[in-house]
């Protein structure tokens, strides 16, 4: 792995500007589609690349950063995918669906298709 320049980490900022106060309207809308998210995030979660603060649950998060910074995603797709301990079965079973992808790709073929 090359060692990172501390100057080609940029670091993320967010800034919000109102320049017109919402109508009672968009301010309903925009409450209706939090409220919809929020309950989505709250019955299937979301894909949290960077969780778990800083290292993850699993301790491999920073494998992934290093991947995504080298532009490799299907390796970080996979580090991501790998099975891990003690997770509910139809993650597992997610993750194995994952893994054997590829088990019935004609290898031949595909070589001949490049």
């Not at 589609?33 to 800083?54: D, L, P, V, W």
């Amino acid at each position: 792995v090359a060692a990172l320049d501390a100057n080609a980490i940029v670091p993320s900022a967010a800034i919000t500007k109102v320049k017109e106060e919402p109508t009672p309207n968009q301010t309903q809308t925009a409450h209706a589609q939090i409220e919809t998210c929020a309950s989505h995030f709250k019955t299937y979660g979301f894909i949290n690349y960077f969780g778990m603060q800083r290292f993850g649950k699993y301790h491999d998060t920073h494998a992934v950063g290093i991947a995504i910074l080298q532009m490799n995603y299907e390796r970080a797709c996979d580090i991501i995918m790998r099975p891990k301990p003690s997770e509910p079965p139809r993650y597992a079973a997610a993750r194995k669906l994952w893994a054997t992808r590829f088990e019935n790709v004609d290898r031949k073929n595909v070589r001949e298709m490049r």
